[in-house]
T-cell receptor, first 117, second 110 residues
Framework: DTEVTQTPKHLVMGMTNKKSLKCEQH?????MYWYKQKAKKPPELMFV???????INESVPSRFSPECPNSSLLNLHLHALQPEDSALYLC????????????????FGSGTRLTVV | AQRVTQPEKLLSVFKGAPVELKCNYS??????LFWYVQYSRQRLQLLLR??SRESIKGFTADLNKGETSFHLKKPFAQEEDSAMYYC????????????FGKGTRLSVIA
């Protein structure tokens, strides 16, 4: 398995809802990432997990809450989002942070397209 | 801090013409440079990485440390090359994850 799988593919939620995005990989990668991509913009880093521990939080608002229950799974819990949070949320993984990521780059999932109404 | 600059938002070329997508970077350490491609309605895919010096789908990219550039080139554009291309940079250290340029949309005209 050489893919990063994200579910759901599409999500519409109200501003008072609580929902979660899921990301899974079975490549043995030990670093996982959440990126946010607005229309016609590049992906912007949100969070980095390394060996199931949060290593980077790019000053993301607390209404986004990441979780890494095990080495294959990464969740993004959403609560009280705003319409401007509507975007494509991308998950990625790499063999590990640092040298391996440096050498091989990241594998990206196809994303969850989130619409906040 | 690392920064990646892609000066062209849109590049249109005729089929069979040469293509050059520009990328310049700024990074204080030793960077690794990548090109990612995003075809319409498809996921972001790794196209090239500098360290492997490979040629994928006829594309090549050379790292020029003096000019801090990593331009993507192809001698003869094909219609199926039409896509969004992102130049990206990461550092060797653990706290320098992948950062993307703003992207260049390549449109190959038949």
């Amino acid at each position: 398995d050489t893919e990063v799988t994200q579910t759901p593919k599409h999500l519409v939620m109200g501003m008072t809802n609580k929902k979660s995005l899921k990301c899974e990989q079975h490549m043995g990668h030990r670093a996982m990432y959440w990126y946010k991509q607005k229309a016609k913009k590049p992906p912007e880093l949100m969070f980095v997990y390394s060996y199931e521990k949060l290593s980077i939080n790019e000053s993301v608002p607390s209404r986004f809450s990441p979780e890494c229950p095990n080495s294959s799974l990464l969740n993004l819990h959403l609560h009280a989002l705003q319409p401007e949070d509507s975007a494509l949320y991308l998950c990625a993984s790499s063999q590990e942070e640092g040298l391996q990521a440096f050498l091989y780059g990241y594998t990206f999932g196809s994303g969850t397209r989130l619409t906040v109404v | 801090a690392q920064r990646v600059t892609q000066p062209e938002k849109l590049l249109s070329v005729f089929k069979g013409a040469p293509v050059e997508l520009k990328c310049n970077y700024s990074y204080s350490g030793s960077p690794e440079l990548f090109w990612y491609v995003q075809y319409s309605r498809q996921r972001l895919q790794l196209l090239l990485r500098h360290i492997s010096r490979e040629s994928i789908k006829g594309f090549t990219a050379d790292l020029n440390k003096g000019e801090t550039s990593f331009h993507l080139k192809k001698p003869f554009a094909q219609e199926e090359d039409s896509a969004m291309y992102y130049c990206a940079l990461s550092g060797r250290g653990g706290n320098t994850p992948l950062v993307f340029g703003k992207g260049t949309r390549l449109s190959v005209i038949a």
